[in-house]
């Protein structure tokens, strides 16, 4: 670590040879520099590295991997497999002058633990989720485009249903929501009234270009609507929370000033996942040795 060094007087300064912008620190090379945030943040453990909550790096990984702690054993291996794999990826940059490619380091830390999964017998093939694959994150809809996520939902114990439906504008931004409770006999009804409401809705938005998108695959394949896609369940968390919230009879109806809580989370979520892994590209690299 460039802090370490600079103590024992081995090198003449401290600052972080990738980010220039603080000590190299175990902490700060870990988990706290830039584009080691957003790999963090990218990964299937989704962890937001909060510097407030960062003191030292053996606390934080008790504080994640001590017992009793929430995660499975893949979850517990990818996180340190990805401690590893930022380690590599650093030494990479400073002493092999190669460029900072986080996607790529991403995927070899998942790769690396399903290798190990598959090596122990533990999976037969390497069925895990390839996370932050492409198809596996909410995207931002083409410039001059709306993107109107929607989804139904059906509580087969209780029978009730409801639909939810996000309008988002190219930057992520929240246009128009709308949860409601709907009159439905099965999940697909729920599924296929959803559209219904958006395109309603749309008309009442006027011109322009919208592209719907469901996580019903089966509603998807059935319509012939343009532009209207299949997404994974894990990229409509938004509708999906709608209609969750609809189907408890908890109406909502309103615009991008305040969404609730809940809603603004998911949201957000969807523009950082989307930022992170639509535009972590190579970082500028300031040479220098350590
Ligand atoms: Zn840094």
Redesign the pocket.
Known sequence: MGESLFRRKCCREPV?K??C??DETIE?CLLL??WAKKLWFGSSIGIMINERNICRFDNWLWMMLGEGRKGNDFQKALLASICWSIWKGRCNVIYQDMVLEPKKILRNATNLVNEFWVAKGWIKERVLPSFNREGSVWKTPNHGCTKVNIDGSFLSKTGKAGIGIIFRNNNGDLLKFVAEQAKSTSAFMSEALAPRKALDLIKLSGNGTYLIESDCEALVKTTTYVSFGFISRSCNKAADWLAVSGSKGVCLEGCSAQPPPSLAKLLLEDKVRCATTCNVGPCQIRTGIG
């Open positions: 972080c990738i980010c912008k603080a700060h520099c830039d």
